[in-house]
């Protein structure tokens, strides 16, 4: 029986090879591979890799990437863990193999886990940055918008929690679904409401265990859609902490509606940062960063980490 059910999302992009390949080529851990085409049918660039994927379904196109993730736990292998690939990201071979014991360890103990782990970036086409991130793991029983989103660090070594380093229960997978009707933020959505389930705990351990592709051609995340993440965080205003809240939104929307040069976003962004919470110094400057081009700031970044130390990827290769 697998150890791992490995839910990968696709819209039959060539870097699913790779993604496959790795979660395929885990050490010392069983993995049943479900590939999900968010397509009306299943194209070319998946039917090659049949002998290395177990199941292949589709949703009919243009269903977004939750409602993938979520077929894709239904197809999950029975007595199986789940685990999430983005399909332009990869995994590193000791990846799930340092995450299982301890999620099966919290899982014995009553928990419902969620691990998580760092990672190496790298642009798209780019090999990997030699340093490990982020720089801070989540505290225990930190809440994941706290740690997220107060105090933001700059550059590539900002607190993060990937997608493709998630780890979990399938009971913690079916008592959660990811919500499809959000067009961005779909990953934090699903932390923020799944560390919310009574007995919910979310760790990050140190190794760097994915590879996580910055800039993918189409990625929802590189555009500057204030009003989306608006919408998206209007849900939690009075839920979070003024002060994370005001954080959120003066490091995301306020940033977004800066680059998009629009006044009208700028003024409310304004207005509900004041009446949250004085935003932390860190986050004002990323909101100031709006006004440069994020393709400058992305090399800059990438630049910057290629000449400085970093954390240790705990020994995988």
């Known amino acids: 029986m697998p150890d791992v059910s490995v839910v990968i999302p696709t819209t039959g992009r060539p870097s699913l090879a790779e993604a496959v390949a790795t979660a395929r080529a885990q050490r010392g851990v069983s993995v049943h591979v479900v590939v999900v085409c968010d397509l009306a049918e299943v194209p070319t660039s998946v039917s090659e890799l049949r002998?290395?994927?177990?199941?292949i379904v589709c949703t009919g196109g243009g269903r977004r990437g939750s409602h993938a993730r979520n077929l894709g736990v239904r197809h999950a292998a029975p007595g199986s863990h789940v685990a999430f690939l983005d399909d332009d990201d990869a995994w590193l071979p000791g990846k799930l193999a340092a995450?299982?014991?301890?999620?099966e360890r919290l899982a014995g103990e009553g928990w419902l886990p969620v691990v998580s782990s760092r990672t190496l970036q790298r642009k798209a086409g780019a090999d990997p940055l030699p340093s490990a991130v982020p720089g801070t793991l989540i505290a225990d029983g930190q809440r994941p918008e706290d740690y997220?989103?107060?105090r933001r660090q700059l550059g590539?070594?900002?607190?993060?929690?990937?997608t493709s380093t998630l780890l979990t229960t399938i009971t913690v997978a079916t008592k959660c679904p990811w919500?499809?009707?959000l067009p961005r933020h779909q990953d934090w959505d699903w932390l923020v409401r799944a560390a919310r389930l009574p007995g919910a705990k979310?760790?990050?351990i140190e190794e760097a265990t994915a590879v996580y592709t910055v800039g993918s051609p189409g990625s929802i995340s590189a555009g500057a859609d204030w009003r989306t993440s608006w919408a998206w965080a209007q849900r939690w205003e009075g839920v979070w902490a003024p002060a994370t809240f005001a954080d959120f939104v003066t490091a995301q929307t306020l940033r977004y509606a800066l680059q998009a040069r629009d006044r009208e976003g700028v003024r409310e962004m304004v207005r509900a940062i004041r009446r949250n919470s004085v935003p932390s110094a860190s986050n004002a400057?990323?909101?100031?960063l709006g006004l440069v081009p994020r393709s400058a700031l992305e090399r800059v970044a990438m630049r910057?980490?290629?000449t400085t130390g970093g954390v240790p990827t705990g020994g995988q290769q």
């Open 51 to 55: 002998g290395q994927i177990d199941e």
């Open 99 to 103: 995450q299982l014991p301890v999620l």
């Open 148 to 150: 997220l989103f107060r």
């Open 156 to 162: 590539v070594a900002r607190q993060s929690l990937p």
């Open 179 to 181: 919500d499809e009707s």
């Open 202 to 204: 979310i760790v990050q």
């Open 285 to 288: 400057v990323l909101a100031a």
């Open 304 to 306: 910057k980490s290629r």
